[in-house]
């Protein structure tokens, strides 16, 4: 059962802006309430890095839309990184898959290949509670 302390802080993971594979807007008050509630078990680490899997997709799903809409090359969006994470975890349906056109010779294999630089969401969890 989820706690509103557990819900606000999963609300807030929700809401992180990435760039690339990074946390923007993020500060140093931020960290030390997201690490003072890991160490009072108001919320564990399993709960961050499921609400971080979520907002991965949905940045994905975001940046699929206005690639679809503005003709927009994937690997200039806001994060083609959180593209290629949602692209590899199953977020899009076979249709949607064959709407997706790639530049630089790049196919879905490739594009994962190079934007899939290691576990994007332990990175994401690492930046917002590392020491700043």
Known sequence: MQTKLNQAIIS????????DERVVFWDKKDTGIL??????KVVSKR???DAIDERLRNIGRQIYRA???????????ISPEAFA???KNGEFTDEEKSCIQFDHG??????I???NRGN???KILNQLIAQK
């Open 106 to 111: 790049d196919t879905f294999h490739t594009f």
């Open 47 to 49: 709960d961050l890095l």
């Open 113 to 115: 290949k190079g934007y």
């Open 12 to 19: 807030a993971i929700a809401e992180i802006q990435i760039s």
């Open 67 to 77: 690639c679809i809409r503005h003709n927009q090359s994937l690997d200039h969006s």
């Open 120 to 122: 994007l969401k332990q």
């Open 35 to 40: 690490r003072f509630m890991l160490a009072k």
């Open 85 to 87: 994470y949602a692209l």
